[in-house]
């Protein structure tokens, strides 16, 4: 079983950056891939950034060139690093793990979420 804890969020003027972290208890190793989405404030989750288990990376539009996603399976931490932030990429971060094997969901696990306020 995965356990997942996002840190990292706050508060930040526009043009800011953050690096949010998941951490995993287990490990994500076996996690073929890792998400981070968001909730802004009276919206529906979106899938933010998503970063396989071979390293493969991809990006909303939204964030392309302004986010990175990375993953240390040594540390079972996946990161977001935000630059260039701006006041509509306010939301409720969530870290997400997910495992499936010949086309079957094995697990799906999320985090609590952490806060993240950009500020005009």
């Known amino acids: 079983q995965v356990q997942l804890v996002e840190s990292g969020g706050g508060l930040v003027q526009a043009g800011g950056s953050l690096r949010l972290s998941c951490a995993a208890s287990?490990?994500?190793?076996?996690?073929?891939?890792m998400h981070w989405y968001r909730q802004p404030p009276g919206k529906q989750r979106e899938l933010v950034a998503t970063?396989?288990?071979?390293?493969?990376?991809n990006y909303a539009d939204s964030v392309k060139g302004r986010f990175t996603i990375s993953r240390d399976n040594a540390k079972n931490t996946v990161y977001l690093q935000m630059n260039s932030l701006k006041p509509e990429d306010t939301g409720v971060y969530y870290c997400?793990?997910?495992?499936?094997?010949?086309?079957?969901?094995?697990?799906?696990?999320w985090g609590q979420g952490t806060q993240v306020t950009v500020s005009s």
């Open positions: 287990g490990s994500i190793f076996s996690a073929n891939f």
């Open positions: 970063i396989t288990s071979g390293g493969s990376t």
């Open positions: 997400n793990a997910v495992r499936t094997t010949y086309g079957i969901e094995r697990y799906n696990y």
